[in-house]
């Protein structure tokens, strides 16, 4: 707080000292990093706590400290991703001079039905890159169930 008693926004730090090719290229990287990231959170953290899961319970019979570990790691491991991409997604904005808050393009399923115009959300690098890697993970177990198990489901 200042001396008048008003909340003082930190200033933003200014942009590294990079010419226009290497802006690029960092930017490039960052979407990079912050589309494996994301497809980290939505394949290989499932995947590495159920063989870790596996690893704990060690016999036949599932035990209640295997499902503790999977589900506690899951949900650790994703806020652990979240906050890296969160970081990535800062870095981007700081590294190509896009501010998301300069204009505002609302989210279709954000934008009220009733025509009243409140704060929005501005769109990010990182909102597309998780919507994209959500997309291409539900093409990839469609395609999956259908081309290696392409019979009805039995019970």
């Not at 706590?49 to 899951?74: D, E, M, R």
């Amino acid at each position: 707080m200042s001396a008048t008693g008003t909340h003082r926004r930190p200033s933003r730090p200014a942009p590294p000292a990079l010419g226009p090719r290497q802006r690029r290229a960092a930017a490039y990287g960052l979407v990079l990093a912050m589309a494996l990231g994301s497809m980290m959170m939505w394949i290989g953290l499932p995947l590495g706590f159920l063989y870790v899961g596996s690893l704990v319970q060690g016999g036949a019979q599932p035990t209640l400290t295997a499902f503790a570990v999977v589900l506690f790691g899951i949900i650790i491991g994703a806020w652990v991703i979240g906050r890296g991409l969160a970081w990535l997604d800062r870095m981007f904005a700081l590294v190509s001079g896009v501010d998301p808050n300069d204009h505002r393009i609302p989210l279709p399923w954000l934008r009220s039905m009733r025509g009243e115009r409140g704060p929005l959300r501005e769109r990010t690098v990182l909102d597309m890159v998780m919507l994209i890697s959500v997309a291409v993970g539900l093409v990839i177990v469609g395609l999956l169930f259908v081309l290696v198990h392409p019979g009805t489901p039995t019970v």
